[in-house]
């Protein structure tokens, strides 16, 4: 799944790509990807981009009072092209969600515009993947629920801490949580967990004032060291420096760079989570409901 650090990254490439051209087709192809009706998404089609934004994990093209916006949710991805096909594409077959094409000034070419194209995808078979039309960014739920950005300037210690002491949930899950905190997902709550070296189980109101601190540096460093990373990179070369960066996520049964011990995995119905037990859990391995009965 695309979180924060990757959204940033497509964010900053979009930007660079897009402000300034006129969005002059839509294509909605998947049946499930528009959750909106009004505005139509026709909409959009003559208006120029005149910014890109992110908040959490959502991107929103504004074209000047009507958004268009998108979440890429867990299997979604973006393709960018400079040679747009302008082929009807049938709906509800294949992997393409949507397809928006792009038309730019560029004196230099013959034709004085360059095309551009953009096709959201979004692999297997859970479709996911959303796209809203909208007249404010607020009207979309997800994002009027959104909580702070980790990376913001109001995003301080002393509001961690409060999250924190206000709950009683595993500090994993609360990372991830986007209505507390908004753009971390289940690789980079595990990359901060490790690098803090805290149990992904801890209770997150249980942690004292010199681990919260610990934590909250970890939040800064590994997402801005990501983000650095991600911004500058075009959408095809984002996964692998994402996957090259990771220490624990992903990394099940390989050394933890750190210590040298086997990097383990707990597995749930959707998701797995990955974990040093030197670094985080005093070595202790945490019970695996697949394995627990062998664990006790």
């Known amino acids: 799944m695309p979180e924060l650090p990757e959204v940033a990254g497509l964010s900053a490439f979009l930007g660079t790509q897009l402000r300034g051209a006129v969005l002059t087709k839509i294509q909605i192809v ?29 991107i929103i093209l504004d074209t000047g009072g009507i958004y268009l916006a998108f979440h890429l949710a867990k299997a979604g991805w973006l393709r960018y092209t400079e040679s747009p096909s302008n082929a009807v594409m049938p709906r509800g077959k294949g992997y393409i969600a949507a397809r928006l094409e ?11 515009k360059t095309h551009l194209g953009i096709d959201l995808t979004e692999a297997g078979t ?28 109001s995003f301080g ?18 990372l991830r949580n986007q209505g507390v905190i908004a753009g971390i997902g289940n690789a980079y709550s595990d990359e901060i967990l490790h690098a ?29 060291a990501a983000v650095t990373d991600a911004v500058g990179k075009a959408p095809n070369e984002l996964k692998d420096a994402k996957r090259s960066t990771m220490r624990v996520h992903g990394r099940t049964g390989q050394p933890c760079p750190v210590c040298g011990d086997t990097v383990r995995e707990v597995s749930f119905a ?11 859990t005093g070595g202790k391995i945490l019970a695996d409901r697949r394995t627990s009965r062998f664990l006790k």
Do not use: M, W
Request: hydrophobic share 35%.
């Open 30 to 58: 998947s049946f499930a990807v528009l959750k909106t009706a009004d505005p139509p998404y026709t909409a959009l089609e003559g208006r120029t981009i005149t910014d890109v934004q992110r908040q959490g994990k959502f």
């Open 102 to 112: 792009f038309a730019r000034n560029s004196p230099e070419t013959d034709s004085g």
């Open 126 to 153: 859970k479709k996911s993947l959303a796209l809203y039309v909208v007249r404010d960014p607020t009207d979309i739920p997800g994002v009027a629920s959104l909580g702070p950005d980790p990376l913001g300037d």
């Open 157 to 174: 210690l002393g509001a961690f801490a409060e999250i924190l002491s206000a709950s009683t949930q595993q500090i994993k899950g609360l």
């Open 196 to 224: 803090a070296r805290i149990s992904p189980f801890a209770i997150a109101k249980s942690l004292d004032p010199d681990t919260v601190r610990v934590l909250y540096d970890a939040v800064h460093s590994v997402l801005g």
């Open 270 to 280: 959707d998701r797995a989570l990955q974990y040093c037990p030197t670094c985080q």
